[in-house]
Protein backbone atom coordinates (compact mmCIF):
# COMPACT_ATOMS: atom_id res chain seq x y z
CA UNK A 1 0.00 0.00 0.00
CA UNK A 2 1.66 3.10 -1.12
CA UNK A 3 1.67 5.53 1.62
CA UNK A 4 1.32 9.66 1.99
CA UNK A 5 2.74 11.37 -1.06
CA UNK A 6 3.66 14.81 -0.99
CA UNK A 7 4.81 16.48 -3.68
CA UNK A 8 6.77 18.88 -4.35
CA UNK A 9 9.69 17.58 -1.33
CA UNK A 10 12.27 21.08 -1.56
CA UNK A 11 11.40 24.43 -2.94
CA UNK A 12 12.95 27.97 -2.22
CA UNK A 13 10.74 30.88 -3.02
CA UNK A 14 10.93 34.42 -3.04
CA UNK A 15 8.81 36.85 -0.67
CA UNK A 16 6.26 37.67 -1.95
CA UNK A 17 5.47 34.95 -4.18
CA UNK A 18 3.10 31.90 -3.43
CA UNK A 19 3.33 28.61 -3.37
CA UNK A 20 1.06 25.58 -3.76
CA UNK A 21 1.97 22.28 -2.21
CA UNK A 22 0.35 19.04 -2.80
CA UNK A 23 -0.34 15.76 -0.73
CA UNK A 24 -2.06 12.30 -1.99
CA UNK A 25 -3.57 10.29 0.70
CA UNK A 26 -2.89 6.89 1.40
CA UNK A 27 -5.81 4.75 -0.71
CA UNK A 28 -9.04 4.60 0.67
CA UNK A 29 -8.46 7.71 3.61
CA UNK A 30 -11.00 10.24 3.25
CA UNK A 31 -9.11 12.80 5.81
CA UNK A 32 -6.29 15.00 5.32
CA UNK A 33 -4.40 17.22 7.76
CA UNK A 34 -1.68 19.41 7.52
CA UNK A 35 0.89 21.08 9.96
CA UNK A 36 3.71 23.28 10.10
CA UNK A 37 7.34 22.07 11.46
CA UNK A 38 9.56 24.65 12.79
CA UNK A 39 12.54 25.11 14.86
CA UNK A 40 10.47 27.44 16.56
CA UNK A 41 7.42 26.77 17.17
CA UNK A 42 7.41 23.09 16.58
CA UNK A 43 4.37 20.99 15.05
CA UNK A 44 1.35 23.46 13.89
CA UNK A 45 -1.82 22.69 12.85
CA UNK A 46 -3.21 23.82 10.22
CA UNK A 47 -5.96 22.82 8.53
CA UNK A 48 -7.73 19.31 8.19
CA UNK A 49 -10.24 18.58 5.32
CA UNK A 50 -12.75 15.57 5.52
CA UNK A 51 -14.90 14.38 2.37
CA UNK A 52 -13.58 17.64 0.55
CA UNK A 53 -14.67 19.85 3.65
CA UNK A 54 -12.53 22.06 5.80
CA UNK A 55 -13.26 20.22 8.99
CA UNK A 56 -11.32 22.71 10.98
CA UNK A 57 -8.54 25.21 10.67
CA UNK A 58 -5.41 26.22 12.94
CA UNK A 59 -4.66 29.81 13.98
CA UNK A 60 -2.87 30.60 10.89
CA UNK A 61 -3.52 33.96 8.67
CA UNK A 62 -5.70 34.16 5.79
CA UNK A 63 -2.50 33.84 3.74
CA UNK A 64 -2.92 30.07 4.48
CA UNK A 65 -5.60 28.00 2.24
CA UNK A 66 -6.33 24.54 1.12
CA UNK A 67 -8.73 22.45 -0.59
CA UNK A 68 -9.47 18.65 -1.27
CA UNK A 69 -10.56 17.17 -4.26
CA UNK A 70 -12.91 14.08 -5.01
CA UNK A 71 -10.62 11.86 -5.52
CA UNK A 72 -9.43 12.81 -1.48
CA UNK A 73 -6.00 14.74 -2.48
CA UNK A 74 -5.55 18.08 -0.93
CA UNK A 75 -3.55 20.77 -1.77
CA UNK A 76 -2.43 23.95 0.24
CA UNK A 77 -1.48 27.47 -0.71
CA UNK A 78 0.50 30.11 0.59
CA UNK A 79 0.48 33.54 -1.24
CA UNK A 80 2.66 36.03 -0.15
CA UNK A 81 4.94 34.23 1.45
CA UNK A 82 6.78 35.97 4.23
CA UNK A 83 10.63 34.79 5.41
CA UNK A 84 8.17 33.21 8.56
CA UNK A 85 6.72 30.70 6.58
CA UNK A 86 10.23 28.77 6.00
CA UNK A 87 9.48 25.09 7.12
CA UNK A 88 8.56 21.99 6.62
CA UNK A 89 5.23 21.33 5.65
CA UNK A 90 3.78 18.01 6.68
CA UNK A 91 0.61 15.92 5.41
CA UNK A 92 -0.96 13.45 7.41
CA UNK A 93 -3.78 11.19 6.34
CA UNK A 94 -6.00 8.90 8.01
CA UNK A 95 -9.16 6.89 7.34
CA UNK A 96 -11.54 8.67 9.82
CA UNK A 97 -12.45 12.03 10.80
CA UNK A 98 -9.00 12.63 12.74
CA UNK A 99 -11.06 14.25 15.56
CA UNK A 100 -12.28 10.63 16.68
CA UNK A 101 -8.65 9.38 16.33
CA UNK A 102 -9.49 5.82 17.32
CA UNK A 103 -7.34 5.40 14.47
CA UNK A 104 -3.99 6.75 13.41
CA UNK A 105 -2.44 10.04 11.36
CA UNK A 106 -0.11 8.11 8.60
CA UNK A 107 2.29 11.05 7.65
CA UNK A 108 4.18 12.26 4.67
CA UNK A 109 7.86 13.23 4.21
CA UNK A 110 6.85 16.54 4.39
CA UNK A 111 7.66 19.56 1.94
CA UNK A 112 10.27 21.91 2.92
CA UNK A 113 9.66 25.21 2.00
CA UNK A 114 12.58 28.19 2.15
CA UNK A 115 11.61 31.77 1.64
CA UNK A 116 14.26 33.93 1.16
CA UNK B 1 -6.73 24.76 24.86
CA UNK B 2 -4.71 21.93 25.16
CA UNK B 3 -1.15 22.10 26.14
CA UNK B 4 1.69 19.31 25.47
CA UNK B 5 5.22 19.72 27.66
CA UNK B 6 8.00 17.85 26.96
CA UNK B 7 10.87 19.03 29.37
CA UNK B 8 13.71 17.03 27.54
CA UNK B 9 14.78 18.69 24.46
CA UNK B 10 17.56 15.78 24.46
CA UNK B 11 18.62 12.44 25.62
CA UNK B 12 21.32 9.72 25.29
CA UNK B 13 21.06 6.55 25.93
CA UNK B 14 23.56 3.24 25.19
CA UNK B 15 22.52 0.28 23.14
CA UNK B 16 20.61 -2.33 25.23
CA UNK B 17 19.56 0.14 27.70
CA UNK B 18 16.73 1.77 28.77
CA UNK B 19 15.47 5.38 28.55
CA UNK B 20 12.10 6.83 29.81
CA UNK B 21 11.18 9.82 27.58
CA UNK B 22 8.89 12.96 29.72
CA UNK B 23 5.05 14.22 28.58
CA UNK B 24 3.24 15.89 30.65
CA UNK B 25 -0.32 17.48 29.34
CA UNK B 26 -3.04 19.71 30.08
CA UNK B 27 -7.13 19.88 29.24
CA UNK B 28 -10.37 20.07 30.69
CA UNK B 29 -11.31 16.72 28.27
CA UNK B 30 -12.02 13.21 29.81
CA UNK B 31 -12.06 11.95 26.87
CA UNK B 32 -8.79 11.99 24.60
CA UNK B 33 -6.05 9.75 23.16
CA UNK B 34 -2.50 10.22 23.21
CA UNK B 35 0.30 9.61 20.95
CA UNK B 36 4.00 9.04 20.45
CA UNK B 37 5.56 10.20 17.55
CA UNK B 38 8.68 8.89 15.98
CA UNK B 39 10.52 10.79 13.34
CA UNK B 40 14.04 9.64 12.17
CA UNK B 41 16.47 12.65 11.03
CA UNK B 42 14.94 13.10 7.01
CA UNK B 43 12.10 10.47 7.39
CA UNK B 44 8.64 10.30 7.82
CA UNK B 45 6.96 10.48 11.53
CA UNK B 46 5.24 7.40 12.14
CA UNK B 47 3.39 6.23 15.05
CA UNK B 48 5.19 4.28 17.87
CA UNK B 49 2.44 4.21 20.80
CA UNK B 50 -0.98 4.99 21.48
CA UNK B 51 -2.76 5.55 24.56
CA UNK B 52 -6.48 5.84 25.29
CA UNK B 53 -7.46 7.97 28.32
CA UNK B 54 -10.46 6.08 29.85
CA UNK B 55 -8.39 2.59 29.83
CA UNK B 56 -6.59 2.00 33.32
CA UNK B 57 -3.95 -0.21 31.40
CA UNK B 58 -0.45 1.04 29.69
CA UNK B 59 -0.09 0.73 26.32
CA UNK B 60 2.51 -1.68 25.38
CA UNK B 61 4.32 -2.40 21.95
CA UNK B 62 6.79 -4.48 21.35
CA UNK B 63 9.98 -2.71 23.00
CA UNK B 64 8.00 0.89 23.76
CA UNK B 65 5.56 1.38 26.70
CA UNK B 66 3.80 3.83 28.13
CA UNK B 67 3.30 4.65 31.95
CA UNK B 68 -0.02 6.91 31.55
CA UNK B 69 -0.68 8.77 34.81
CA UNK B 70 -4.10 10.35 34.24
CA UNK B 71 -4.47 12.24 37.68
CA UNK B 72 -1.34 13.48 37.60
CA UNK B 73 -1.73 14.61 33.45
CA UNK B 74 1.86 12.48 32.62
CA UNK B 75 2.72 10.34 29.90
CA UNK B 76 5.87 8.79 29.40
CA UNK B 77 7.66 6.58 27.03
CA UNK B 78 10.03 3.95 28.08
CA UNK B 79 12.07 2.24 25.18
CA UNK B 80 13.84 -0.44 26.43
CA UNK B 81 16.23 -2.64 25.17
CA UNK B 82 17.23 0.65 23.17
CA UNK B 83 18.76 -0.28 19.46
CA UNK B 84 20.65 2.18 16.99
CA UNK B 85 17.20 2.96 14.91
CA UNK B 86 15.98 4.20 17.68
CA UNK B 87 17.80 7.21 17.14
CA UNK B 88 15.15 10.38 16.29
CA UNK B 89 12.50 12.71 17.71
CA UNK B 90 9.82 12.10 19.65
CA UNK B 91 6.89 13.87 19.78
CA UNK B 92 4.01 13.69 22.54
CA UNK B 93 0.61 14.42 21.26
CA UNK B 94 -2.58 15.29 22.64
CA UNK B 95 -6.07 14.60 20.67
CA UNK B 96 -9.59 15.34 22.05
CA UNK B 97 -12.45 16.32 20.87
CA UNK B 98 -10.94 19.22 18.59
CA UNK B 99 -9.82 17.09 14.85
CA UNK B 100 -6.43 17.77 15.31
CA UNK B 101 -3.30 16.72 17.33
CA UNK B 102 -1.32 18.95 19.90
CA UNK B 103 2.06 18.19 19.70
CA UNK B 104 4.82 18.78 22.69
CA UNK B 105 8.16 20.61 20.97
CA UNK B 106 9.72 17.16 21.41
CA UNK B 107 12.67 15.23 22.28
CA UNK B 108 16.00 14.40 20.20
CA UNK B 109 17.29 11.11 21.57
CA UNK B 110 20.67 9.55 20.56
CA UNK B 111 21.61 6.08 20.72
CA UNK B 112 25.05 5.18 21.21
CA UNK B 113 27.39 2.48 21.10
Known amino acids: KAGVTQTPRYLIKTRGQQVTLSCSPI?????VSWYQQTPGQGLQFLFE???????NKGNFPGRFSGRQFSNSRSEMNVSTLELGDSALYLC???????????????FGEGSRLTVL | AQTVTQSQPEMSVQEAETVTLSCTYD???????LFWYKQPPSRQMILVIR??????QNATENRFSVNFQKAAKSFSLKISDSQLGDTAMYFC??????????FGTGTRLQVTL
Open chain 1, 92 to 106: ASSFRLAGGLAGELF
Open chain 1, 27 to 31: SGHRS
Open chain 1, 49 to 55: YFSETQR
Open chain 2, 27 to 33: TSENNYY
Open chain 2, 51 to 56: QEAYKQ
Open chain 2, 93 to 102: AFAGTASKLT
